[in-house]
């Protein structure tokens, strides 16, 4: 009988379930509107029937591993959502243990950024490593740690927060309510934050001018710079700078033998991936330099997120 | 029968070596210079010689499970010493397979401050803790991460070099060759440097006038802040503060339940822990925030490098 694990990406608009197979297969899939419903037991009952509908569909012929859930703030100690930002619903959501209820299976939950990790792992480029990191580059910069083929948890199941970082000491104002984060700098919002800044301070002719500054986004910039527009690779330049600079110090620390970029700013190719190696090797230590890859992440992008969700219970193990 | 474990911690003068039990006690010890040999197969063959000298000394009544090395730039993968600048010999030294050839038990290395970090798990105030740090400041900043109850080794057992991670871009330069390594504000010798930078910088009244640059000193630094000495105890400020802006940093990646700081600036107690521990509040992220101590280590300072290579052996399962 076929083993199937079930992945769940909990986002703050749509909540996308999968039935993935060892190899990757999205074998089924669905999606409901995360803020659809009144209340959070409603929001995770929806859940369950989806879930019902999804293996009578598939039929009897496969065996459910269990459900792994990617989520903001998503706590692999503890299996809840803590104080995410972009759901409606506050405090502590113990969505683990209230999705058990209907399931004989075990429900395991971890932060996007960790679910990137294992997928990559599983799923991936990451296939054969021990210790490597993914930094998702979305609205925001999350990174998982991988450390001796173990997911790198932390006392609370908080670590890995290499956004909150400090980047710049007094430097752009974050939304954790702190100054400098790298998640200012280095993100979809972050390069956005570069050219809205370079557009005021200098006068280098650009494309980007055309738009009012609230039209300025990352896919604009990415345009740009692909017309080889002087300030959207400046920004790129910028940007890959500060990335490199924050991974040689990250590199300092664990070591790893590589980091994967994944994301929509990572689609930019060697427009990210250019100066942030650039800024990798000139800061690196001497005994680390050449010694850790800057790769883009091997996982298909259409299915990313659910494929990280469901991979947590192919290494159930080693969270 | 006693159990007992072998601690040899090599310094750039003297490698002590110790029979330690499992509780810590030192049954017996014994030293030797580290310089004084012209070959590093005759430096091994003599700490062979020794440890027999040790073993026959405590007699029959003990069954020795294995030697621990706590050296410069230990690496805890391969077994070997690599490229330590405070030793005369260069290049890669394979010490463990080298003393492996006298005895039938297993050998294992790695650098100072992660021997400090598994001292403080068998030995210390870490042996409930499954992720924290051990700071160690000495001439340098040494650390050891302790991850899910394992000890952070990274890919090519080298992770763990947080005073070699960037504290102020351009800053001090540091004997790695680059700029602004925290370990050129947080150490011994950056302490030092801190104060006379000051002398320089500002008219402020202090003992320390008295000193030639060459004669100020961490110990003395610290006899001026005990006499309420103004200048001095900003230089304990700001290097508090330098390291708890680390500290927080650190913090959002590994997630520790504490940090422990230990050798010689540590033993300045409230002078270093307040202005760290403020530091630490003032940058640390909300999830974060009142979630990781900061400790003094607990280990007996009288023989704290010999215990922490010798609790290898105990841990030999979790490196």
Redesign the interface.
């Known amino acids: 009988m076929k083993e199937v694990a079930i992945g769940i990406d909990i986002g703050g608009t749509n909540t996308v379930l999968g039935v993935v197979d060892k190899k990757g297969n999205c074998i089924a899939k669905d999606s409901i509107v995360t803020c659809g419903y009144g209340s959070v037991d409603k929001y995770i009952e929806t859940i369950a029937e989806k879930i019902k509908e999804l293996l009578s569909a598939i039929g009897t012929q496969c065996k459910v591993k269990g459900i792994g859930i990617g989520a903001p703030?998503g706590n692999c100690k503890r299996g809840t959502i803590?104080?995410a930002p972009n759901l409606k619903w506050k405090g502590i959501i113990p969505i683990s243990e209230s999705l058990c209820k209907y399931f004989d299976f075990p429900v395991l939950v971890t932060n996007d950024a960790n679910a990137a990790a294992i997928g990559e792992m599983v799923y991936g480029s990451a296939k054969k490593m021990?210790?490597f990191i993914v930094v998702t580059l979305g609205t925001g910069l999350g990174s998982g740690?991988v450390?001796?083929g173990?997911l790198?948890?932390?006392?609370?199941?908080?670590?890995?927060?290499?956004g909150?970082?400090?980047a710049v000491?007094d430097g752009r104002s974050c939304g954790?309510?702190?100054k400098g984060c790298l998640e200012t700098y280095v993100s979809a919002t972050g390069i956005t934050r570069t050219v809205i800044e370079m557009l005021g301070k200098n006068k280098t002719k650009s494309i980007l001018r055309n738009y009012s500054n609230s039209n300025i986004n990352s896919k604009r910039i990415y345009e740009a710079a692909l017309q080889k527009d002087k300030l959207a690779l400046e920004a790129f330049e910028f940007t890959g700078k500060m990335l490199g600079?924050k991974l040689?110090?990250?590199v300092?620390?664990?070591?790893?033998?590589a980091i994967f970029l994944f994301g929509g700013l990572a689609k930019a190719g060697d427009l990210i991936f250019k100066p942030t190696k650039e800024a990798m090797d000139n800061?690196m230590?001497?005994?680390?330099k050449n010694?850790?890859a800057l790769l883009p992440s091997g996982i298909d992008e259409n299915n990313a997120a659910v494929l990280g969700a469901a991979s947590l219970i192919w290494k159930a193990n080693d969270m």
């Open positions: 703030n803590e104080y021990k210790d740690f450390s001796g173990k790198l948890c932390g006392h609370n199941g908080f670590a890995g927060e290499l909150h970082t400090i000491i954790c309510g702190r600079l040689s110090d990250t300092a620390i664990t070591n790893p033998e800061n230590l001497n005994i680390f010694s850790c």
